[in-house]
C-alpha cells in the first residue's frame, strides 16, 4: 500500500499492483489550523508528518496523526488522531504519548508499529502499536546526540535502525525486538561518500538492504543536496560506492513490495 497524504485535503490510499485506491478525510488537526493564522501558524510549529502502518493481527491498515500539543492550546504533551476505515473517521487515543517528538523526522512503520524519535535531553524511541493503540518507549538511542538535525531512523529489512551523522563516520544501529538491544550494521565512511557524492551535512538515509543471501549484504541509500536527488549502493566488503540513481528533483525513496491485498 501506498499512502498520499495533504493535511489541508483528503488522503488517498492506494495498491498499485491492483489499481484499487480509497481516499480519507484529513484529521481534525485541519481545523486547529483553519482556527488560525495558516501561514504564519505552520511557519511557526511544524505541521505533523502522518504516519501509516498495518495493524499485523487484523490486517487493517491505519493512518496516524501524531502531534505536539502544548503550542496549540492544549495541556496534554501530545494528541494522536487514528483514522478508522471501518466507521470513515479519526479518533483521538488516550491516553497520547508521554513525550514530546520531534516533529519534522517522518514517523517509520516496522512489523505493525509506527516510531518517532522523542524531543528529551537524551533522546528516546517511542513505538505505538497498531493493535493495541497504545504508545512505549523502545529504548534510548546507543549513542549521544549533539545535534537531532543528524539523525535518520528507518525501516532495513523490517527492523528499526537510527544512524548518525558524526564526521568522518555514519554508523547504522539495528534494534533487535527479542533481546531489546541495539546493533552495529554498517559503518559509512563520510570521506569516501563524499568525495565522490557531494558532502552531507545531514545524515544519508539507509532504504533497503540488497543481496541478503550474502553475509555482507550491500546497502542502498538516499541522499538529498540541494537540487539534486541520489541514490547510492554501498559495498561494505569493498568499502565503495556507486551511483544508481540521480536527479535534479529532490524527494523520497520508499521499497515497494507487490501485493495484491486492499484495505477491507
Same mark, same amino acid.
Given at each position: 500500500?501506498?499512502?498520499?497524504?495533504?493535511?489541508?485535503?483528503?488522503?488517498?490510499?492506494?495498491?498499485?499492483?491492483?489499481?484499487?485506491?480509497?481516499?480519507?478525510?484529513?484529521?481534525?488537526?485541519? #481545523?486547529?489550523?483553519?482556527?488560525? !493564522?495558516?501561514?504564519?501558524?505552520?511557519?511557526?510549529?511544524?505541521?505533523?508528518?502522518?504516519?501509516?502502518?498495518?495493524?499485523?493481527?487484523?490486517?487493517?491498515?491505519?493512518?496516524?496523526?501524531?502531534?505536539?500539543?502544548?503550542?496549540?492550546? *492544549?495541556?496534554?504533551?501530545?494528541?494522536?488522531?487514528?483514522?478508522?476505515?471501518?466507521?470513515?473517521?479519526?479518533?483521538? &487515543?488516550?491516553?497520547?504519548?508521554?513525550?514530546?517528538? &520531534?516533529?519534522?523526522?517522518?514517523?517509520?512503520? $516496522?512489523?505493525?508499529?509506527?516510531?518517532?524519535?522523542?524531543?528529551?535531553?537524551?533522546?528516546?524511541?517511542l513505538s505505538l502499536d497498531l493493535h493495541t493503540e497504545t504508545f512505549q518507549v523502545i529504548s534510548k538511542v546507543p549513542f549521544d546526540i549533539a545535534n537531532c538535525d543528524n539523525i535518520a531512523m528507518c525501516n532495513l529489512d523490517n527492523r528499526?535502525?537510527?544512524?548518525?551523522?558524526?564526521?568522518?563516520? #555514519? $554508523?547504522?544501529? !539495528?534494534?533487535?525486538?527479542?533481546?531489546?538491544?541495539?546493533?552495529?550494521?554498517?559503518?559509512?565512511? *563520510?570521506?569516501?561518500?563524499?568525495?565522490?557524492?557531494?558532502?552531507?551535512?545531514?545524515?544519508?538515509?539507509?532504504?533497503?538492504? *540488497?543481496?541478503?543471501?550474502?553475509?555482507?549484504?550491500?546497502?542502498?541509500?538516499?541522499?538529498?543536496?540541494?537540487?539534486? #536527488? #541520489?541514490?547510492?549502493?554501498?559495498?561494505?566488503?569493498?568499502?565503495?560506492?556507486?551511483?544508481?540513481?540521480? !536527479?535534479?528533483?529532490?524527494?523520497?525513496?520508499?521499497?515497494?513490495?507487490?501485493?495484491?491485498? !486492499? &484495505?477491507?
Amino acid at each position: 500500500m501506498i499512502c498520499f497524504y495533504n493535511l489541508y485535503k483528503s488522503g488517498i490510499v492506494v495498491n498499485p499492483a491492483t489499481r484499487w485506491h480509497r481516499s480519507f478525510p484529513p484529521p481534525r488537526y485541519k #481545523q486547529v489550523i483553519l482556527d488560525k !493564522s495558516s501561514s504564519e501558524y505552520s511557519s511557526v510549529f511544524p505541521l505533523p508528518l502522518l504516519g501509516f502502518g498495518k495493524d499485523i493481527i487484523n490486517g487493517t491498515y491505519k493512518p496516524v496523526c501524531l502531534y505536539n500539543s502544548l503550542e496549540r492550546g *492544549l495541556r496534554n504533551a501530545t494528541t494522536c488522531e487514528v483514522f478508522d476505515f471501518r466507521t470513515n473517521v479519526w479518533k483521538y &487515543i488516550t491516553p497520547s504519548s508521554p513525550y514530546r517528538i &520531534i516533529a519534522f523526522h517522518d514517523p517509520v512503520y $516496522v512489523d505493525g508499529s509506527l516510531h518517532w524519535f522523542t524531543e528529551c535531553k537524551e533522546i528516546k524511541v517511542l513505538s505505538l502499536d497498531l493493535h493495541t493503540e497504545t504508545f512505549q518507549v523502545i529504548s534510548k538511542v546507543p549513542f549521544d546526540i549533539a545535534n537531532c538535525d543528524n539523525i535518520a531512523m528507518c525501516n532495513l529489512d523490517n527492523r528499526l535502525c537510527i544512524s548518525e551523522n558524526k564526521w568522518p563516520d #555514519q $554508523v547504522v544501529w !539495528s534494534f533487535d525486538s527479542c533481546n531489546k538491544k541495539w546493533h552495529k550494521m554498517f559503518t559509512l565512511d *563520510l570521506n569516501i561518500f563524499s568525495h565522490g557524492f557531494g558532502k552531507h551535512f545531514l545524515a544519508v538515509s539507509p532504504v533497503a538492504v *540488497l543481496e541478503k543471501k550474502k553475509k555482507n549484504g550491500k546497502l542502498l541509500l538516499s541522499s538529498n543536496l540541494i537540487y539534486k #536527488q #541520489q541514490m547510492v549502493v554501498h559495498d561494505p566488503e569493498t568499502k565503495s560506492y556507486d551511483f544508481v540513481f540521480k !536527479s535534479k528533483n529532490s524527494g523520497n525513496h520508499v521499497c515497494y513490495f507487490e501485493s495484491l491485498v !486492499s &484495505i477491507l
